[in-house]
């Protein structure tokens, strides 16, 4: 399937951590433009980090406490999140492109085609 795949979410107090997957059959999740996305309930979804070549960017809010890494022979991108915050909790969501690029701190160029993943839900609660 070309669509991603996440996995890994769940629930996890304040100051913890948690490792996400995406992994996507039939395309080489190494070789393309691939980033982690959320969104909390009632608000926008914004990119938390991506990778582009060698290149890796991270949103602010999540510099310093979210890693994003690829496992090239289980074809798998992790998102490994430490000292999770509750205002972390959201749907992450993984995207890759086909064709095109992200833009600045993973901002998705419309006039690209790429394919989203359904999500894994992360809550983070004491």
């Known amino acids: 399937q070309l669509q991603p795949v996440e996995s890994g979410g769940g629930l996890v107090q304040p100051g913890g951590s948690l490792r996400l997957s995406c992994t996507a059959s039939?395309?080489?999740?190494?070789?393309?433009?691939i980033g982690w996305f959320r969104q909390a309930p009632g608000k926008e979804r914004e990119g938390v980090g991506c990778i582009s070549g060698r290149s890796i960017d991270y949103a602010d809010s999540v510099q310093g406490r979210f890693t994003i890494s690829i496992d090239t022979a289980k074809n798998t991108v992790y998102l490994d999140l430490n000292s999770l915050k509750p205002e972390d909790t959201a749907k992450y969501y993984c995207l890759y492109y086909v064709v095109g690029a992200f833009g600045p701190k993973c901002t998705v160029d419309d006039d690209g085609m790429y394919n989203w993943g359904r999500g894994t839900l992360v809550s983070v609660s004491s």
């Open positions: 039939g395309v080489a999740l190494n070789n393309v433009p």
